[in-house]
DNA sequence: TCTGGGGTCCTAGGACCC
DNA sequence: TCTGGGGTCCTAGGACCC
């Protein structure tokens, strides 16, 4: 355990709608509500204006309009919120190196790892470096509030920073987060949610004090080992989980809620197709490719059903995915009304075998993956569509976003994609074993 | 017409291999 | 011949988080 209150976490308040109300002014000091739109959609963020009419996140839009029927409902506008996210992080990184995002709207930070740390044995110093963060987040982001919270860990800085919201700072001395915790609800423990509160509740366990009451095998029977387990730890606030700067991308996922129920069986079909595009495109664009896909279906009656199926080798081919998402949906039964699909990927690999350019070309393999890391020349921008790129190739740049070429051989060419969503993907190098295609060698070209 | 979308992690059972 | 591991992979579902 730290004995420094050295870990932030930081959470912009009310995010999405108070980036709305900044950029549009008529809705300053009203109630708004992002999502819930639709007829079946949930709340995403409220304005602490419609919070006092008993609006909050997840609650459906039907409930929301109950209950502050004069809010203005909208839709969102996510490139807005993700270029808010990225300057905030931005702030973030030029305090620490150790910034781990944990949405757009939040970010643990390990002061311990900073260049310039401010005194970590000293309260006042930590609190005056954490208020010059806070204030230098409302200036990139042109006003937006954010509540931050210091502690000796994760788990405390996170609770921190719930304790003075909005627009606040909270640090939790060292020595004293088990004073501070023991009255709270259990519920404020990371992981315990609706089950297994109900759980400790039947068992009479209400307080994070209860929990510290119970011994490590009362709780294992209770609610499993892995969760039992952490449990254990955190209710006496002991948390040595670091701050990770990157974390790998297990799955990519897509999926939809229709505003009616799905019967058509041929319908479905060509929907979970179109997920399986996006998801292809999704992957391509970050130099992923997976073995394991896996559709979602949920029911007239909200029971949720998923199938799975793992293929030979890994694929970022929506012809491949959509094939086998529709032929996982042929073995259930959708007589009763489907309400929403959808089709992910999992089991991530960062090398594609064969088919790498399959879906674009005509489902022709002209290349091959030989490697997943390359040595890096000077980053040349890839030609823009129609540019400098040979036949079809151009088409795979618009499908992968921005890219530069790295390097290339007679026959072999180191590509770096990246795109707004997710930055720069891995370096890799591709052999063009079509003959039409080589050779070829990139010209730079000029931003 | 209660109940989004994109994720992560855990559990449990069965298959399969050594 | 019988019994019994352990380890890994796969699948389905559930809980949770923002």
């Excluded at 190739?393 to 290339?408: F, P, T």
Aim: charge should be negative.
């Amino acid at each position: 355990m730290r004995t420094q209150a050295s870990i932030l976490h930081l959470d912009l308040d009310a995010f999405f709608a108070s980036v709305e109300q900044r950029d549009k002014p008529s809705l300053r000091g009203k109630p708004v509500i992002v999502g819930g739109t639709g007829g079946r959609g949930v709340v995403a963020t409220a304005s602490y204006e419609a919070r006092v009419f008993g609006v909050r996140s997840a609650m459906s839009g039907r409930e929301a309009r109950a209950r502050c029927g004069h809010a203005a409902f909208l839709s969102g506008r996510f490139y807005a919120y993700r270029e808010a996210s990225n300057a905030v992080m931005a702030v973030l990184r030029s305090a620490s190196p150790a910034v781990e995002p944990l949405s757009l709207d939040e970010a643990f930070v390990d002061l311990a790892q900073s260049e310039n740390p401010p005194d970590l044995d000293d309260l006042d110093d930590i609190t005056r470096f954490a208020e010059e963060l806070r204030q230098r987040v409302s200036e990139v982001t042109g006003g937006l509030t954010a509540s931050v919270g210091l502690g000796t860990s994760k788990f405390i800085a996170k609770i921190a920073s719930e304790l003075n919201k909005p627009d606040g700072l909270t640090l939790v001395a060292p020595g004293t987060e088990q004073e501070l915790l023991r009255p709270m609800r259990a519920s404020v423990i990371p992981g315990v949610g609706p089950a297994t509160t109900e759980r400790l509740r039947r068992a009479g366990l209400h307080t994070v004090a209860d929990l510290e009451s119970v011994s490590l095998e009362e709780l294992i029977g209770l609610v499993g080992k892995a969760h039992g387990a952490s449990l254990h730890e955190l209710c006496r606030a002991r948390d040595d989980r670091p701050v990770l700067a990157e974390r790998e991308t297990k799955s990519v996922s897509v999926e939809g809620t229709y505003e009616t129920d799905l019967t058509d069986r041929r319908l479905m079909q060509g929907l979970l197709s179109k997920q399986a595009g996006e998801v292809a495109a999704r992957l391509r664009a970050n130099g992923f490719s997976g073995r394991t896909v896996t559709i979602k279906v949920r029911l007239h009656d909200f029971t949720t059903i998923s199938r799975s199926s793992t293929l030979d080798s890994p694929t970022d081919s929506t012809s491949a995915i959509a094939r086998t998402a529709t032929g996982l949906l042929a073995d259930l039964d959708t007589s009763g009304g489907v309400r929403l699909l959808g089709v992910g990927v999992s089991g991530l690999a960062d090398w594609i075998q064969d088919d790498l350019f399959g879906d674009l070309v005509g489902d022709t393999d002209t290349t091959t993956a030989i490697s997943s890391d390359a040595a890096a020349p000077t980053p040349i921008e890839l030609p823009r569509r129609g540019g400098a790129w040979p036949p079809g190739m151009d088409v795979v740049h618009s499908e992968m976003g921005r890219g530069w070429v790295w390097g290339s051989g007679r026959d072999v060419v180191t590509v770096r994609f990246e795109t707004a969503d997710t930055g720069p993907g891995p370096v890799r190098s591709y052999a063009i074993s079509d003959p039409a295609l080589t050779p070829w060698k990139p010209e730079p070209t000029t931003e």
